[in-house]
C-alpha cells in the first residue's frame, strides 16, 4: 500500500465530511465522479446530479457529521474505503440521526481522486 496514497484519501474523506456538512457543492463537485452510482441505506441509486441537486436545494441538511472505524485499501489508482458516520440532520422533513457504515470507491484521474461509487447502510 502506498501510504502518500492512503494519506491523501484521508485527507480527501475530511474534505467530503466538512463539504457535506457546509453544503459545499463545489467542493462536492470537485471530489465525485460525473459517473458516480451511490446506493442509499434506503435503497436508492443516487446520481452525481441528484446528490449535488439535495445540497444546492437544501433539501439535505447536516448539522453535525463525524467519522470513526475507517479502514482504507488501495488497490491501484483505487481506494476503498469502509468508514462509519455519526450524522444529524434532515433530509426535506425527515429527520437524519444516527450511525451509518458507508462504503466508498475512489479512483484516481490523473493527479485527482474522486468518489466513483458507494453504498450506505444504517448500524
Given amino acids: 500500500m502506498n501510504t502518500s496514497d492512503k494519506t491523501t484519501i484521508e485527507q480527501l474523506e475530511i474534505q467530503l465530511l466538512d463539504a457535506m456538512r457546509h453544503a459545499n457543492v463545489e467542493t462536492l463537485d470537485k471530489l465525485i465522479h ?4 451511490f446506493n442509499s441505506a434506503m435503497g436508492q ?10 445540497y444546492s436545494s437544501g ?29 444529524n440532520g434532515e ?6 440521526s444516527g450511525k451509518v457504515r458507508f ?8 493527479n485527482s481522486w474522486q468518489v466513483i461509487a458507494g453504498s450506505s447502510v444504517m448500524i
Wanted: proline share 4%; no cysteine.
Fill in 91 to 96: 433530509y426535506g422533513v425527515q429527520p437524519i
Fill in 45 to 54: 441509486t443516487v446520481t452525481k446530479e441528484i446528490d449535488l441537486q439535495s
Fill in 103 to 110: 462504503l466508498r470507491v475512489w479512483k484516481q484521474f490523473d
Fill in 59 to 87: 433539501l439535505m441538511k447536516v448539522d453535525s457529521i463525524s467519522a470513526s472505524d475507517q479502514q482504507i485499501n488501495i488497490i491501484g489508482d483505487t481506494a476503498v474505503v469502509a468508514v462509519t458516520i455519526d450524522m
Fill in 34 to 37: 460525473p459517473d458516480l452510482l
